[in-house]
């Protein structure tokens, strides 16, 4: 039988409605013969691209004056100008290390609350209702304070940072702890496993997932409170960098600093993503692989 | 409240239930109920469902203490329920010696899988693993501990047909080996009958039939034999089954 013959019959069946042949059956083409498509990754590359040949079009006609941005040409050539002299590595050493200890430092109190929490009543009742209250206090209202208490060196910076990734990290271990599947827990102690060995093969391992989460919010909110911590009279990094290039109009120099804070939060990602990759593969929904 | 869960490695009896009730709220799940097993027995037990089945079952596994009455079992015991239940986050062989003394032994698991046919799945994630595969996976698990009594909370309930069977001969040449009591509860009138010794019919909170199969292994569901006994457990459970068998 042919399809249209096949067509013809199925409309037979449907006596109410005239034949559709195009409506009654379709011919469904598998992903092989679908042709040959411009790869995922190269459309997603037209549009950046297409903004920087805009960006720059603009810039050498005239149409975007230097004093308010200046073009892709003069950034990359600034950029080169101060890898040579090194003060873009420096300045990128420095944020990173603050960035790195406010996170080192929020985080592990942000998952040793959240543990204290999660595992105990006590802790929970004591802990977690002052964490809902202070999460909703925005981390950079806090900077007058923290200048009055920790002056304007390195510590109210990191302090930010600090304050700022351990809700993150403390939001998202308790919740993964108070999530684990009841089910498993049970399970677990029918194979014998202690309270120890239930947080430890159990409870943590379940609520890892979430903790690479909290991870992933905590590293993007490092940056943000980064950039607003190096405007407290910074002397180093890549915030002083920019401050300076505010200075004297060098919105090249901005630019840049601006590339670098983008590639800086990309690099984390990636951290992040590959540390996804390492701890979750067994989760089933996983696909990273 | 009288709640008593002995323990002990030697009883005369595998599992003893004296005036067991459990209520969730007003209701009396468990109502006065009384069971024996003997060590090395398999039981069945049957029952409409929400009858209250899991509840013994857990209450037999220790995961439930809100109980009345005496209860007395192995200190050895093991469970598997109708989920597998592996961690996700161990290899399969991890999960099966998850929670025994000492450094987990990959050589024991290994032997444990090998036993219920899954021996090269040692090193996957429980992800990977088919239903049938888990399930097995569970049953290592749980005899990889040599129970005195297993537990089986409708093991076999998910499995497509084909896989069941397979399960449910696993499970006869398993407890051949073993010798551990067995308490099996299904939903399933001829696995019931082609397993176990005995087969209790739970109804309105007691144990209220015991039908002993005294049929040879391995049985025929076309036994004459078997079709009167199936018939007549349809009947306790109230179920019509003279035109449907
Ligand atoms: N934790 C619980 N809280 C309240 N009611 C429960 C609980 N567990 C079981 N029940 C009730 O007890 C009855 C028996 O449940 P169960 O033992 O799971 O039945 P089944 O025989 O199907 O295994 C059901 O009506 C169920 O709703
Ligand atoms: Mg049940």
């Known amino acids: 039988m042919s399809i249209t013959e096949i067509d013809r019959s199925y409309a037979a069946l449907r006596k109410d409605r005239p034949a559709e042949p195009a409506d009654a059956l379709v011919r469904l083409t598998p ?40 073009g892709p040409a003069t950034v990359l050539s600034s950029a080169a100008k101060l890898i040579q002299t090194g003060e873009l590595q420096e300045a990128v050493v420095v944020s990173m290390q603050r960035a790195m200890s406010g996170l080192l430092i929020g985080g592990t109190i942000g998952v040793a609350l959240a543990i204290l929490s999660g595992l105990t009543r006590l802790g929970e009742d004591l802990v977690d209702a002052p964490m809902q209250m202070l999460r909703t206090v925005p981390n950079v209202a806090l900077i007058p304070l923290l200048i009055i208490w920790f002056g304007i060196g390195e510590a109210p910076k990191i302090a930010l940072i600090a304050l700022a990734t351990a809700f993150p990290l403390y939001l998202n271990v308790y919740a993964g702890i108070r999530g684990v599947d009841q089910s498993l827990i049970e399970a677990g102690r029918t194979l014998g496993l202690g309270r120890a060995g239930l947080v430890r093969h159990v409870i943590l391992p ?21 950039v607003f911590g190096e405007q407290i009279n910074a002397t180093a990094g890549v915030g002083y960098l920019m ?47 | 409240m009288a709640t008593q869960l002995h ?15 459990r209520a969730f709220g007003p209701r009396r799940v468990i109502d006065n109920l009384d069971l024996a097993i003997r060590p090395g027995e398999f039981v069945a037990l049957l029952g409409a469902s929400g009858c209250g089945k899991s509840t013994l079952l857990r209450i037999l596994g220790d995961l439930d203490p809100e109980f009345e009455g005496e209860v ?22 991890h999960n099966v010696v998850l929670g025994l003394p000492g450094r987990p032994d990959r050589k024991r698991a290994e032997r444990a899988l090998d036993e219920v046919g899954i021996g090269h799945r040692a090193d996957v994630w429980p992800k990977v693993l088919s239903g049938g595969e888990a399930q097995r996976a569970a049953l290592a698990r749980a005899l990889v501990r040599e129970p005195d009594l297993l537990l089986l909370d409708e093991p076999f309930a998910a499995l497509d047909a084909l896989t069941r069977i397979k399960a449910q001969a696993l499970v ?9 009591a067995i308490l099996l ?61």
């Open chain 1, 243 to 289: 401050a300076n290039a505010r200075e004297f109009f060098q919105t090249d120099v901005i630019v840049v600093c601006l590339v670098v804070y983008a590639l800086l939060g990309l690099a984390v990602d990636l951290v992040v993503r590959s540390l996804e990759r390492i701890f979750l593969s067994w989760r089933p929904n996983f696909t990273g692989a």
């Open chain 2, 72 to 93: 007395v079992v192995p200190s050895r015991r093991a469970i598997a329920f109708q989920a597998p239940r592996l961690m996700p986050w161990k290899r399969v062989w």
């Open chain 1, 31 to 70: 992903a092989t013969a679908r042709g040959r498509q411009v790869p995922r990754w190269l459309r997603r590359g037209i549009g950046p691209v297409a903004l920087v040949l805009v960006w720059h079009l603009a810039s050498i006609t005239g149409v975007l004056p230097a004093e308010v941005l200046a």
């Open chain 1, 206 to 226: 379940g609520a890892l997932p979430n903790a690479l989460v909290g991870l992933r919010y905590s590293l993007g909110i490092a940056w943000l409170a980064l």
């Open chain 2, 185 to 245: 509860v299904t939903h399933d009138v001829e696995e019931a009958i082609l397993l176990a010794d005995r087969v209790l019919v739970m109804k309105e909170g007691v144990i209220a039939h015991h039908e002993p199969i005294a049929l040879d292994r391995p049985r025929d569901v076309a036994d004459p034999e078997f079709a009167r006994i199936r018939g007549a457990l349809l009947d306790w459970l109230g179920v019509a089954h003279g035109a449907a068998h």
């Open chain 2, 172 to 180: 006869a040449e398993l407890w051949q080996r073993h010798g551990c």
């Open chain 2, 7 to 21: 323990r002990s490695l030697k009883t005369p009896a595998a599992v003893a239930v004296r005036g067991l009730s």
